[in-house]
Nanobody, 116 residues
Framework: QVQLVESGGGLVQAGGSLRLSCAAS????????MGWFRQAPGKEREFVAA????????YYVDTVKGRFTISRDNAKKAVYLQMNSLKSEDTAVYYC?????????WGQGTQVTVSS
């Protein structure tokens, strides 16, 4: 079982950037597709981006395409989410998980707040 710890969130003005990191433990990290998800206040948690085990293919929800970039470093057992041109609607708690997500692998998440 992989344990996941997110970091890198914060308060940023609209148009700004943040880079989220997800540190994973466990020996089999490199075998799995990973994803970033987010939950805004009063809303369901939603998919944001995913990356295949080798890092060769990535997928994004339409609302972040062209602004967010997911990447991974299997040697460091880490997944990243570079977020540019942030909007107020990107305000949420961001989580990483397997993709598709595993119920028992949700971490605490990291808060991203975008001020307009």
């Amino acid at each position: 079982q992989v344990q996941l710890v997110e970091s890198g969130g914060g308060l940023v003005q609209a148009g700004g950037s943040l880079r989220l990191s997800c540190a994973a433990s466990g020996r089999t990290f490199s075998r799995y597709a990973m994803g970033w998800f987010r939950q805004a206040p009063g809303k369901e948690r939603e998919f944001v981006a995913a990356i295949m085990p080798s890092g060769g293919s990535t997928y994004y929800v339409d609302t972040v395409k062209g602004r967010f970039t997911i990447s991974r470093d299997n040697a460091k057992k880490a997944v990243y989410l570079q977020m540019n041109s942030l909007k107020s609607e990107d305000t949420a708690v961001y989580y990483c998980n397997y993709n598709p997500p595993q119920k028992d692998s949700w971490g605490q998440g990291t808060q991203v707040t975008v001020s307009s």
